[in-house]
């Protein structure tokens, strides 16, 4: 459906552009629908209306009957009593409608009105054609001053032609409409539409409109069309319609450039295919309801354009409707306020600012109406006056001015009453809270012609201070004299002109000279000096004052007791408050004194110079990181030259930029509290060698970091190497004492159990011999071989792990034949082995290899000794050996009762002990695997375990291939 641009203008009908009274009713004259107005007429409400018969309410001229005749027929306006109770109350009826009767009602001697304030032109005719009555609205627009005027014509001369007048006057009894035309009296024609003829007691009543524009309009409608069109489109805002399925149906250019759609793309959509979801539910609840209630919105939301950004836009929407007033779909036109809403934030934070300008100024400001009461005052004048500023709102603003000053401040508020916008100054003394009387200086200015102000504003501030220093001014004059002559040194001054205008008392007693004598003379009037000197003195006068600078330096000066004295001679220039040269200042001070002390300090400070290069600390000021000052010994420590470390950046003396770094941040903490900084750390020396180092820095005044820090060195490099030494030599007496109470554990229970055991055997063979089965003295000389064996063993482990400690084991490796060695070692255990049921396998990939045979052999009789401990009967135990890289792998491996990670520890360790018994209750002390360990170490190989508690253990050994 296509947009016309004319619907936009459409007007409502009557009913919803005036407040009238109206009502529908059906054939039997009952009411179905009506107004709050119409429901007025009989003080009852609407819906207490609706559905009663009209019967029940009014009283009839002529019957219902008739009157409905007549409107079937005549369709015609019908003038008949209302109200029961009421006989100047008539009502309107306009025609059939759909089997219904719309009326308007209206009182009689209001209908005028009522015409008038709808636009509607009156004419009523008398039966012979001459005008009876017309509104103002008609006679205005025809061109005549006033209604006598246009009676005085015949109501032809107004009309287009005479035939027109009798065509008019000849269908006026038939038809309620009619469209004539009238001519003004500038002879413009004008076209208007008569309603509603009606022959009413001896005149015609009829309502004109004017439709000259809508029949020209007629003639111009695609013109104006197209110049609604350029105009909607060149219209900066965003202007859309929708159908009453919300439907776009038409849009502008500037909404096809917001939304960057083209028409094509918007045209038939849905606001949920042209936006996002929670925006599309937004406006298709607004548009809904628009639809429903048919009054303008106006609402602020959100959009997103055509770049994606979320605008803040203001809605202005209207349903548009066809002739009979049915709504079509909705207008719509967008307005951009993001600008908008940020200037208003804008504005707003301006706001805040000015308001905590003024709250937090340092005047006050009070604002107060014509009858000096307060009604607003800044927190400010709390702050002045020490009064709270709201305890204060509606009172006096004179309240506490002092009794002396009210007059004035009365008579200058008064004086600011009678004139708006001039600013009175006036100064008074208030009381404040704590009872202290304040000077305060106020500007008042008559804003009551602002509207946003309407009041007399005062800003004060405290000139309290001003006041008591305008008041000690003469004090502190008389005090400045009374110092300067005060001071010990001797002060005198001059004029612009390099004459004397006085001097202190030291001056005149330095000199031996009365101030008198001086004043109103320049230095070339003191004969007692000499000429050249004299001279010299009065050019430099002369530069200083005029340019207003100070000069300084030392003279020798003759006192008035004779003697030179070496003096700083000091001249100031100075301007007076116009900028033009005002004179100077001199001083002179006797530095005789001080020059002794200052050569004195020197020969000091070489002396101190000289005790620090010679100290055994190095010595340095580091200031920004950088080495300011250092002695001699700091530049011996780290070999390097004074100027390879001065203005050098610190971390030069670092290993690296990380230790700097760390170094620095654990440092500066203390040294900003006020702490010693002390590290001993590894530094770096000139020749790029680093040295043990102890430091301690302090800074010279945490207040201000500026300053420096000044840190002291020593090198500590011999001390650390020997405590090392120390540590080391710590170490191996612990190993020591470790070994020797190893030792002394194995003599005192090792072998003192197997030992006890033979003795109990024999003893029991030798008293029970003669009464032993011959299997049972089989079975205790067995186990006396047992005991024997493990007696032996272990003593021969302790005789080969003494030999180790004394260091008097030779090491002699040569060529060797593992697979003897292991041999042999299997014979040698084959017993032990047999009573446990155990067999011993051999995967020997390597045979030869370059070793000591003796210390080999321990090393494998040790490791298979312990396996066949802790094998259960009927185990296994395989010895193998393989090539790994350039080392050989030797492994003793069984499937006994392994070992937990904590046992595996504790191996190969003299200071721990393992008490674990064998499968058999066999007992061993851990020094065997002690042994094997050194031994392995001797050859420069390793040795190591792999267990798991209940599957067994292997034991590897890796010995280099090459001699």
């Known amino acids: 459906m296509g947009l016309n641009i004319i619907q936009f203008g459409a007007i409502d009908n009557i009913t919803n552009l005036i407040e009238v009274a109206f009502r529908i009713i059906d054939s039997d004259g009952t009411i179905i629908e009506c107004n709050d107005a119409f429901a007025s007429f009989y003080r009852l409400e609407k819906d207490s209306l609706v559905g009663r018969n009209i019967k029940d309410f009014e009283r009839f001229e002529i019957e219902f009957d008739e009157i409905k005749l007549k409107l079937?027929?005549?369709?015609?306006?019908?003038?008949?009593?209302?109200?029961?109770?009421?006989?100047?109350?008539?009502?309107?009826?306009?025609?059939?409608?759909?089997?219904?009767?719309?009326?308007?009602?209206?009182?009689?001697?209001?209908?005028?009105?009522?015409?008038?304030?709808?636009?509607?032109?009156?004419?009523n005719l008398d039966y012979s054609n001459k005008t009876i009555e017309v509104n103002d609205q008609l006679f205005i627009q025809l061109g005549y001053k006033n209604f006598e005027e246009f009676k005085q014509n015949n109501p032809s001369s107004i009309f287009t032609n005479k035939a027109e007048f009798e065509e008019f006057n000849y269908s006026i009894e038939s038809e309620s409409k009619k469209i004539i035309s009238f001519i003004d009296k500038c002879s413009t024609i004008r076209y208007y539409e008569y309603e509603y003829s009606s022959k009413f007691e001896n005149y015609y009543q009829g309502l004109i409109s004017d439709i000259s524009d809508q029949i020209l309009k007629k003639e111009a409608d695609y013109a104006n069309f197209e110049q609604m069109r350029v105009i909607i489109e060149t219209i900066p805002y965003p202007i859309f319609a929708k159908n009453t399925n919300l439907e776009y149906v038409a849009c502008n250019k500037a909404f096809e450039y917001f939304m960057g759609k083209t028409k094509a793309e918007i045209i038939g959509k849905t606001a949920f295919e042209i936006a996002p979801k929670e925006l599309a539910e937004i406006y298709n609840e607004a548009d809904l309801s628009l639809l429903k209630s048919q009054e303008n919105q106006i609402y602020e939301s959100k959009i997103q354009n055509s770049d994606k950004s979320f605008y803040n836009v203001v809605f202005h929407k209207a349903v548009y409707k066809d002739k009979d007033a049915n709504p079509l779909g909705i207008v719509g036109l967008i307005e951009d306020i993001t600008k908008n809403k940020r200037?208003?934030?804008?504005?707003?934070?301006?706001?805040?600012?000015?308001?905590?300008?003024?709250?937090?100024?340092?005047?006050?400001?009070?604002?107060?109406?014509?009858?000096?009461?307060?009604?607003?005052?800044?927190?400010?004048?709390?702050?002045?006056?020490?009064?709270?500023?709201?305890?204060?709102?509606?009172?006096?603003?004179?309240?506490?001015?002092?009794?002396?000053?009210?007059?004035?401040?009365?008579?200058?508020?008064?004086?600011?009453?009678?004139?708006?916008?001039?600013?009175?100054?006036?100064?008074?003394?208030?009381?404040?809270g704590n009872e202290e009387w304040r000077w305060m200086d106020c500007i008042a200015v008559n804003l009551t012609d602002e509207p946003a102000v309407n009041s007399i504003v005062l800003n004060f501030h405290d000139i309290t201070e001003e006041i008591n220093s305008k008041n000690a001014l003469d004090y502190q004059l008389r005090f400045m004299e009374a110092l300067i002559d005060s001071i010990p040194y001797p002060i005198f001054i001059k004029d612009a002109n390099a004459r004397f205008v006085g001097c202190n008392k030291a001056y005149e007693e330095v000199f031996g000279i009365r101030a008198e004598y001086m004043i109103g003379k320049t230095v070339l009037d003191l004969e007692y000096l000499p000429i050249e000197d004299r001279i010299k003195f009065q050019q430099e006068d002369t530069a200083a004052i005029k340019d207003a600078s100070r000069l300084s330096y030392e003279l020798p000066i003759v006192y008035a007791d004779g003697l030179v004295h070496t003096t700083l001679y000091t001249?100031?220039?100075?301007?007076?408050?116009?900028?033009?040269?005002?004179?100077?200042?001199?001083?002179?001070?006797?530095?005789?004194?001080?020059?002794?002390?200052?050569?004195?300090?020197?020969?000091?400070?070489?002396?101190?110079?000289?005790?620090?290069?010679?100290?055994?600390?190095?010595i340095s000021l580091v200031r920004n990181s950088k080495f300011e000052w250092l002695n001699n010994r700091t530049c011996e420590i780290f070999k390097r030259g004074m100027n390879e470390l001065i203005d050098m950046e610190a971390e030069i003396i670092f290993p690296t930029y990380q230790d700097f770094i760390k170094f620095g941040l654990e440092a500066f903490d203390k040294l900003n509290s006020g702490e010693n900084s002390e590290s001993i750390m590894q530094l770096k020396r000139g020749d790029g060698s680093d040295f043990w180092c102890r430091f301690i820095g302090r800074s010279l005044d945490v207040e201000n970091p500026d300053q420096g820090t000044i840190w002291f060195f020593e090198d500590i490099s011999e001390r650390v190497e020997n405590e090392e030494k120390i540590n080391m030599f710590i170490k191996e007496l612990k190993e020591l004492n470790a070994t020797k109470d190893k030792f002394f554990s194995i003599i005192a229970h090792d072998l003192k159990n197997p030992l006890g055991n033979f003795r109990e055997v024999t003893k029991i063979l030798q008293e029970t011999y003669e009464n032993l089965e011959e299997e049972d003295r089989k079975m205790f000389l067995s186990m006396l071989n047992d005991s024997a064996n493990n007696i032996y063993s272990l003593l021969e482990n302790l005789l080969e792990w003494s030999r180790s400690q004394r260091g008097v084991i030779q090491f002699s490796p040569s060529d060797i034949n593992l697979e003897f060695i292991v041999a042999n070692t299997i014979q040698v255990l084959s017993l032990s082995a047999e009573n446990k049921n155990i067999s011993f396998e051999t995967d020997l990939n390597v045979h030869e290899m370059y070793a000591d045979a003796n210390l080999l052999t321990t090393i494998i009789r040790n490791l298979c000794s312990n396996a066949v401990k802790f094998t259960p009967i009927g185990g296994?135990?395989?010895?193998?050996?393989?090539?790994?890289?350039?080392?050989?792998?030797?492994?003793?491996?069984?499937?006994?009762?392994?070992?937990?990670?904590?046992?595996?520890?504790?191996?190969?360790?003299?200071?721990?002990?393992?008490?674990?018994?064998?499968?058999?209750?066999?007992?061993?002390?851990?020094?065997?695997?002690?042994?094997?360990?050194?031994?392995?170490?001797?050859?420069?190989?390793?040795?190591?375990?792999?267990?798991?508690?209940?599957?067994?253990?292997?034991?590897?050994?890796?010995?280099?291939?090459?001699?």
């Open 571 to 618: 001249i100031d220039g100075f301007r007076l408050k116009n900028g033009e040269p005002g004179g100077l200042i001199g001083l002179l001070v006797d530095i005789s004194v001080q020059k002794k002390q200052q050569e004195d300090l020197m020969n000091l400070t070489k002396i101190q110079s000289l005790i620090l290069d010679n100290s055994v600390l190095g």
């Open 72 to 123: 079937e027929t005549e369709k015609n306006i019908e003038y008949y009593s209302l109200n029961k109770f009421s006989k100047d109350t008539f009502r309107i009826v306009e025609s059939e409608l759909n089997g219904h009767y719309k009326a308007i009602v209206s009182k009689h001697d209001n209908y005028f009105q009522l015409l008038e304030s709808i636009g509607k032109l009156i004419l």
């Open 343 to 432: 200037v208003m934030r804008e504005l707003e934070e301006s706001e805040k600012r000015f308001r905590a300008l003024i709250e937090n100024s340092a005047d006050g400001l009070m604002l107060i109406d014509k009858q000096g009461e307060i009604y607003y005052q800044s927190n400010s004048v709390s702050r002045i006056l020490g009064r709270d500023a709201k305890s204060r709102i509606g009172k006096s603003a004179l309240e506490f001015v002092h009794d002396d000053d009210i007059n004035i401040v009365k008579q200058k508020l008064f004086e600011s009453f009678n004139a708006p916008n001039k600013l009175i100054e006036l100064q008074f003394r208030i009381k404040t």
């Open 876 to 963: 296994t135990i395989t010895i193998s050996s393989m090539l790994s890289k350039s080392n050989i792998i030797i492994c003793v491996a069984d499937n006994g009762v392994g070992m937990t990670k904590e046992t595996m520890d504790k191996l190969f360790r003299i200071d721990e002990t393992i008490s674990k018994l064998g499968t058999s209750n066999e007992k061993g002390t851990g020094l065997g695997l002690i042994l094997c360990k050194e031994f392995v170490e001797i050859h420069n190989g390793e040795i190591w375990v792999e267990s798991e508690l209940g599957k067994g253990s292997k034991f590897n050994i890796s010995l280099p291939i090459t001699k």
